[in-house]
């Protein structure tokens, strides 16, 4: 395994890099990075940014809002955040399988004495309480993994800096942001710096396997520059246009949010925009570029999904269920 080394507090330049790294960087190889970012909402790459963050308090506070490549919920990081992330080979026996790369991570915690366990679809909690959302992205032949832990991070810019919808909150019995996230810190046996852990968490990631430390090279720095400047660093990347739609549909389901928006004119749909938190191995925008045109109607909408690779572009929604959001 080869660990990527990373000081860098941008997260147009660690989103960027992880892109990098995971088409460019050592084909074939197991890579792990660990980084940090200085105050930044980072939005999943199917979700609608304006929906997802508190846009005043974002601009009076400076914080950043960054769209990554996987999918999943909106997260803030600052500076009392870690973030871990794995490259790996893509196979059948790692798809979908977030429990996997987040035992480096409990086995650390739990040799500080932290009660931490894995939780739900693709969350690390400490009784109860979350401190850690994973997420993964395929490309080509290989797959990234990445999770965020909250170690001392200021929890109540969480709360105002996102946006999170009250059906999520109602599904997880609870009244607000603060009183589900938690910060490992307070749990700790005896309080470490978080330098400290950023060591034994990447003693843990790296353990069993012989590894070598990678620094960046003039060569790499460049063309993980030029990926932040086209796509991280642009409006049309972390924002994007939506236009005015007419209806709006969004369901909860147990495989994550599903928000439909679209317009409809002469029982065609002319425009449609699929937005939410769950995870696919496929751009949903093809699948929203290819419904235009299509009869609002569900045997034709149904006929039209069993011709195409449905499932990947929903790891955990069925075709049923995308039917009901879309069409009820």
């Given amino acids: ?29 197991e890579l792990a ?29 400076g914080i950043n809002v960054v769209r990554r490549l996987s999918g999943g919920g909106a997260v803030y990081h600052d500076l009392g955040n870690l973030n871990f992330t794995f490259i790996v080979p893509s196979q059948k026996n790692v798809v979908s399988n977030f429990e996997k790369f987040t035992q480096p991570v409990l086995r650390a915690l739990q040799s500080l004495g932290v009660p931490a366990e894995f939780s739900g679809r693709n969350d690390l909690t400490i009784n ?22 909250l170690f001392n991070s200021d929890l109540s810019v969480v709360q105002e800096a996102l946006q999170v919808r009250v059906d999520k909150l109602v599904s997880k019995g609870v009244k607000s942001v603060r009183s589900r996230v938690t910060n490992i810190y307070p749990y700790l ?7 400290e852990f950023k060591r034994i968490l990447l003693e843990h990631m790296l353990q069993g396997n012989e590894h070598q430390h990678y620094e960046l090279t003039t060569t790499d720095l460049r063309r993980v520059e030029q990926l932040m400047e086209t796509r991280y660093a642009k409006w049309s990347w972390n924002y994007g246009h939506s236009p005015a739609f007419s209806l709006e549909k969004s369901r909860r389901f147990a495989g994550g949010q599903l928000n439909l928006k679209l317009n409809v004119k002469q029982g065609l749909i002319t425009e449609i925009g699929i937005y939410g938190d769950f995870f696919g191995r496929r751009d949903v925008r093809e699948l929203a570029q290819s419904l235009q045109g299509q009869q609002y109607e569900e045997v ?10 449905f499932a990947e572009y929903f790891l955990a929604i069925t075709m049923d269920e995308f039917l009901q959001c879309l069409l009820h």
Avoid: C
């Fill in 1 to 29: 395994m080869i660990n990527i080394v990373n000081n860098s507090n941008d997260p147009r330049f660690n989103l960027a890099l992880e892109e990098y790294a995971l088409n460019e960087l050592f084909p074939g190889a």
């Fill in 33 to 61: 990075i660990i980084w940090q970012n200085k105050p930044t909402v980072v939005i999943g790459r199917n979700q609608n940014t304006i929906e997802e963050i508190n846009k005043a308090y974002i601009r009076e506070k």
């Fill in 128 to 149: 109860g309480k979350k401190f850690s959302g994973n997420a993964q992205y395929w490309s080509k032949d290989r797959l990234l993994h990445h999770g965020t832990l």
């Fill in 189 to 195: 046996k005896t309080p470490l710096e978080i330098g």
């Fill in 300 to 309: 034709a909408l149904r006929n039209f999904l069993e011709q195409i690779p």
